[in-house]
């Protein structure tokens, strides 16, 4: 009778390690797909920047559609910045678990070419 109570205390301590194990990759799913909803967000408004200096790009004063368009490039900048040091913090908080979510590496490259293509966008959008 002691030999089945132990082998049932086993079963569920290895249930519960598991459990663990499925919600820890939950959490790194999570925290992937929110760093890829907030690179959405940032490129979405990079397209509103384009679409604001197409639409009005002939309004006077010369400069203006730029300018706001600007604000809105300099918002997608902020925000592949943003989502870039909140995935570094969690990727820290996740490295300290038994998870193995995807390398700072991968988000430090990505951010980097995101906020480089948009501040050429930004240059382009003064040349024009």
């Known amino acids: 009778m002691a030999k089945d109570n132990t082998k049932s205390a086993q079963d569920r301590t290895q249930w ?3 459990r ?4 820890e990759d ?3 799913l999570a925290a992937e797909r929110t760093y890829a909803s907030w690179l959405r967000t940032g490129l979405t408004c990079i ?9 009005f790009g002939a309004v006077q004063p010369l400069g203006l559609a730029k300018l706001v368009a600007s604000i809105f490039l300099c918002a997608a900048l902020g925000i592949f910045w943003n989502a870039y ?4 913090a969690t990727l820290k908080i996740l490295q300290s678990r038994d998870a193995t979510p995807q390398s700072t590496r991968t988000y430090t490259v990505m951010t980097i070419i995101l906020m480089a ?3 050429a966008t930004g240059v382009v959008l003064w040349l024009l």
Do not use: F, H, Y
């Open 16 to 18: 519960a390690e598991d």
């Open 20 to 23: 663990t194990d499925w919600a």
């Open 26 to 28: 939950r959490t790194i």
């Open 47 to 55: 397209a509103i920047a384009l679409g604001l200096q197409a639409v």
């Open 85 to 88: 040091r909140r995935a570094r």
């Open 117 to 119: 293509g948009t501040l």
